[in-house]
């Protein structure tokens, strides 16, 4: 597999596969384990919902930063925003979706802004969908790790 990869979309890995897991997820709760009514699991990730044609059980390291850089970095123009706008939005696409990202980076002035609407957004999901109420904390904690990572002040 060539390695077409930028520095600033490099520079997110290892911390999204950490954040991701890097081995076979079943949660029966995660929407994305499912498509059409059919388990697939979630790895690295990639789920079955967003990537149906994917071998989930068996994807690779290699083919899911592949997977990452093609769906998510460069559909999303994330490399035009600047850093570490960029690398927000990335990781909100990916976590939330492009459509979630865009709204966001519509009404958010800096990168510290549009994460702290996103922490807004995660407490209000939590909210009005009780069985997501269980991921609440990994949400938060994973923004505030990306607040270090990318050296964003934490208000």
């Not at 079955?48 to 850089?69: C, G, K």
Request: aromatic letters at 14%; glycine letters at 8%; a positive charge.
């Amino acid at each position: 597999m060539p390695n077409n990869f930028s520095p600033r979309f490099l520079a997110m890995f290892p911390w999204l596969f950490d954040r991701e897991g890097r081995t076979f997820e079943t949660d029966p709760d995660d929407p994305g384990n499912f498509h059409n009514g059919k388990f697939g699991g979630t790895k690295y990730g990639i789920d079955f919902n967003s990537h149906p044609d994917v071998d989930i059980r068996n994807l690779t390291e290699d083919r899911a930063m592949q997977i990452y850089w093609d769906e998510y970095w460069q559909k999303n123009h994330c490399e035009e925003l600047p850093f570490p706008m960029g690398e927000c939005y990335f990781d909100t696409c990916v976590n939330n979706g492009a459509g979630r990202a865009a709204q966001l980076l519509s009404v958010s002035a800096s990168a510290g802004d549009f994460l702290q609407n996103r922490i807004a957004f995660y407490k209000r999901l939590a909210a009005r969908r009780p069985k997501s109420q269980k991921y609440l904390t990994g949400w938060l904690n994973r923004v505030r790790l990306l607040m270090m990572l990318l050296k964003i002040p934490i208000k």
